[in-house]
Antibody, heavy 122, light 110 residues
Framework: EVQLVESGGGLVQPGRSLRLSCVASGFTFDDYAMHWVRQAPGKGLEWVSGISWNSGTIHYADSVKGRFTISRDNAKDSLYLQMNSLRAEDMALYYC????????????????WGQGTMVTVS | QSVLTQPPSASGTPGQRVTISCSGSSSNIGSNSVNWYQQVPGTAPKLLIYSNNQRPSGVPDRFSGSKSGTSASLAISGPQSEDEADYYCATWDDSLNGGVFGGGTQLTVL
């Protein structure tokens, strides 16, 4: 079964750090770009960051640039998001998402999503 | 304020055709294909339409998508009660070098 499972969310004070993880199964992880998308309570979807198959290309939303770092370990079929200097506005459900077709960045086509991990900043 | 603009709500009966619009600019919709996601409250989003008008396997053919210039739209012909959900348009933005979503449209089936 194709699956993404996130972990690492929790309650954190403003200014502190948190590291999210996403483990993939059921597909060849290093064939695809991967992304983080978040959703604040009662709000819409916001793309956070994306990473190409070989980590050669990485992009961030302006709202997290300089504070968040995306990375992946293809040997462990895992995606990560290191979040530093957390703010109240970072509080959201964070989804890991798989690019539907490509190992490169440049589309917003996510065919597999995890169940999300909640980050509370307070 | 989302980069892509959608109406906050839409509604229709099972006998109607409902359309949801998505407006962008030359750096996003004007340059890239558009995707649509369906999100039932409390669940993860689901890819509904990709590459402007393609349906993934398993998506009913009452859902269709189109794009013209810097706008796109999602049409639902004869919405069913199970289609009550939030719908998001999405694409890549070449100026921002990132993904962008619309603010979402909540569909109510009357």
């Amino acid at each position: 079964e194709v699956q993404l499972v996130e972990s690492g969310g929790g309650l954190v004070q403003p200014g502190r750090s948190l590291r999210l993880s996403c483990v993939a199964s059921g597909f060849t992880f290093d064939d695809y770009a991967m992304h983080w998308v978040r959703q604040a309570p009662g709000k819409g979807l916001e793309w956070v960051s994306g990473i190409s198959w070989n980590s050669g290309t990485i992009h961030y939303a302006d709202s997290v640039k300089g504070r968040f770092t995306i990375s992946r370990d293809n040997a462990k079929d895992s995606l990560y998001l290191q979040m530093n200097s957390l703010r109240a506005e970072d509080m959201a459900l964070y989804y890991c998402a798989k690019d539907a077709f490509s190992g490169n960045l440049g589309s917003d086509t996510f065919d597999i999503w995890g169940q999300g991990t909640m980050v509370t900043v307070s | 304020q989302s980069v892509l603009t959608q109406p906050p709500s839409a509604s229709g009966t099972p006998g109607q055709r409902v359309t949801i619009s998505c407006s962008g600019s030359s750096s996003n919709i004007g340059s890239n294909s558009v995707n649509w996601y369906q999100q039932v409250p409390g669940t993860a989003p689901k890819l509904l339409i990709y590459s402007n008008n393609q349906r993934p396997s398993g998506v009913p053919d009452r859902f269709s998508g189109s794009k013209s210039g810097t706008s796109a739209s999602l049409a639902i012909s004869g919405p069913q009660s199970e289609d009550e959900a939030d719908y998001y348009c999405a694409t890549w933005d070449d100026s921002l070098n990132g993904g962008v979503f619309g603010g979402g449209t909540q569909l109510t089936v009357l």
